[in-house]
T-cell receptor
Framework: GAVVSQHPSRVICKSGTSVKIECRSLDFQATTMFWYRQFPKQSLMLMATSNEGSKATYEQGVEKDKFLINHASLTLSTLTVTSAHPEDSSFYIC????????????FGPGTRLTVL | SQKIEQNSEALNIQEGKTATLTCNYTNYSPAYLQWYRQDPGRGPVFLLLIRENEKEKRKERLKVTFDTTLKQSLFHITASQPADSATYLCALVPQEGKLIFGQGTELSVKP
């Protein structure tokens, strides 16, 4: 139990385009999901907390107009990187909190974004 | 300032030995702490959760200790195997659901 999926696993786009990443909890409902970014050899940095039915809470320094988050249902959150630039290239990982059994925060497999 | 620190240098051990990884934190009062495994190009995989009122937790060959006085958690892998080679991340939970990660320690188990 507690499986989280992400789609796509890898995306390459041109500078200036927008990219949408989906995060789904497959076998549990998650009122809260989280979006992280990880650069090579570095730790996961929390970008924002996604709450079902309400606005996301962004960490300091993360532009909410650039990283649009929509948590439309209890099993789906999306992150849209708008007008992507090469410096946005990174590994984006979502997670979902399961309050049932098993309890804990479970991560998706990640999405590798490369902006040319 | 608030910090979470793990051994920054890679840990190299021989197969069969016990690997011990350290996670120290300052200026946090975590409700609980989690350990994750991360393989290259993959998301973290949940291993163990230990609460502030628990001293030790075990799961198969894994053991985690949590000392809130020392502000330290130790993660042990006994009878290590080459398949245990990965980066191991500790993460604090200062408030419900919001994980704060350490930078991770890379473990390499040689046959």
């Amino acid at each position: 139990g507690a499986v989280v999926s992400q789609h796509p696993s890898r995306v390459i786009c041109k500078s200036g385009t927008s990219v949408k990443i989906e995060c789904r909890s497959l076998d549990f409902q998650a009122t809260t999901m989280f979006w992280y970014r990880q650069f090579p050899k570095q730790s996961l940095m929390l970008m924002a907390t996604s709450n079902e039915g309400s606005k996301a809470t962004y960490e300091q320094g993360v532009e909410k107009d650039k990283f649009l988050i929509n948590h439309a249902s209890l099993t789906l959150s999306t992150l849209t990187v708008t007008s992507a630039h090469p410096e946005d290239s990174s590994f984006y990982i979502c997670s979902a909190f399961s309050s049932g059994g098993p309890r804990g925060q479970f991560f998706g497999p990640g999405t590798r974004l490369t902006v040319l | 300032s608030q910090k979470i620190e793990q051994n920054s240098e890679a840990l190299n051990i021989q197969e069969g030995k016990t690997a011990t990884l350290t996670c120290n934190y300052t200026n946090y009062s975590p409700a609980y702490l989690q350990w994750y495994r991360q393989d290259p190009g993959r998301g973290p995989v949940f291993l163990l959760l230990i609460r502030e009122n628990e001293k030790e937790k075990r799961k198969e060959r894994l053991k985690v200790t949590f000392d809130t006085t020392l502000k330290q958690s130790l993660f042990h892998i006994t009878a290590s195997q080459p398949a245990d080679s990965a980066t191991y991340l500790c993460a604090l939970v200062p408030q419900e659901g919001k994980l704060i990660f350490g930078q991770g320690t890379e473990l390499s188990v040689k046959p």
